[in-house]
């Protein structure tokens, strides 16, 4: 029942989820535009294995909607980012626990880590990532210094889209 502006923000928020976690991401075929299996009555087809190419497919064309091509964009630019980060992409138990820290607050859905300066070969002086799936916005205290932001619900990739010192507001999902 979400609207289609909430249900691209619950899949943007997966998706950054997803690479900015460690390990080796993996995504269906299609979900970087939006890919659902509508079947003609308007419900959806949830084992299609069976299912004919036009429940299938993937719908190249979604590209030419500016909301699909949003999201698009948007794993485009998680991808970079991810990759232009080795502390995204530790290959040890050992270097996750020693290198990353998890900000927990029993009273919170919000998720938030910090990733030390250094780790795995970065070049930065540390990452913060937080996720908030809340359908409010919330205020975030951050460690020390200046913090440069790469990712937020509507963008992502390796331009920066602003800063933030003291306390970062989190938009909602």
Same mark, same amino acid.
């Given at each position: 029942?979400?609207?289609?502006?909430?249900?691209?923000?619950?899949n943007?928020?997966?998706?950054? @989820?997803?690479?900015?976690?460690?390990?080796?991401?993996?995504?269906?075929a299609?979900e970087?535009?939006?890919?659902?299996? =509508?079947?003609? +009555?308007?419900? #959806?087809d949830?084992?299609?294995?069976?299912?004919? +190419?036009?429940?299938?497919?993937?719908?190249?064309?979604?590209?030419?909607?500016?909301? #699909?091509?949003?999201?698009?964009?948007?794993?485009?630019g998680?991808? /970079?980012f991810?990759?232009?980060? =080795?502390?995204?992409?530790?290959?040890?138990?050992?270097?996750?626990?020693?290198?990353?820290?998890? @900000?927990?607050?029993?009273?919170? *859905?919000?998720?938030?880590?910090? @990733?030390?300066g250094? /780790?795995?070969?970065?070049?930065?002086?540390?990452?913060?990532?937080?996720?908030? =799936?809340?359908?409010?916005?919330?205020s975030m205290?951050?460690?020390?210094?200046?913090?440069? @932001?790469y990712?937020?619900?509507?963008?992502?990739? *390796? *331009?920066?889209?602003?800063?933030?010192?003291g306390?970062v507001?989190? +938009?909602?999902?």
């Amino acid at each position: 029942d979400y609207s289609l502006e909430d249900q691209v923000k619950m899949n943007n928020l997966a998706a950054a @989820i997803v690479m900015t976690s460690q390990g080796i991401p993996l995504f269906q075929a299609g979900e970087e535009i939006l890919r659902s299996k =509508p079947l003609p +009555d308007g419900s #959806y087809d949830h084992n299609s294995y069976k299912s004919p +190419d036009s429940v299938n497919s993937l719908k190249w064309d979604h590209l030419n909607d500016p909301v #699909y091509e949003d999201v698009y964009n948007y794993y485009k630019g998680l991808i /970079a980012f991810r990759k232009a980060h =080795p502390s995204l992409r530790m290959t040890t138990a050992q270097a996750v626990e020693e290198n990353i820290k998890a @900000i927990v607050d029993p009273n919170s *859905t919000v998720l938030a880590f910090e @990733i030390k300066g250094g /780790a795995n070969g970065e070049a930065n002086d540390g990452m913060y990532v937080i996720f908030n =799936p809340k359908e409010e916005a919330v205020s975030m205290d951050l460690p020390e210094g200046n913090w440069t @932001i790469y990712i937020n619900g509507e963008d992502a990739g *390796t *331009t920066p889209l602003g800063s933030a010192s003291g306390s970062v507001t989190v +938009d909602p999902i």
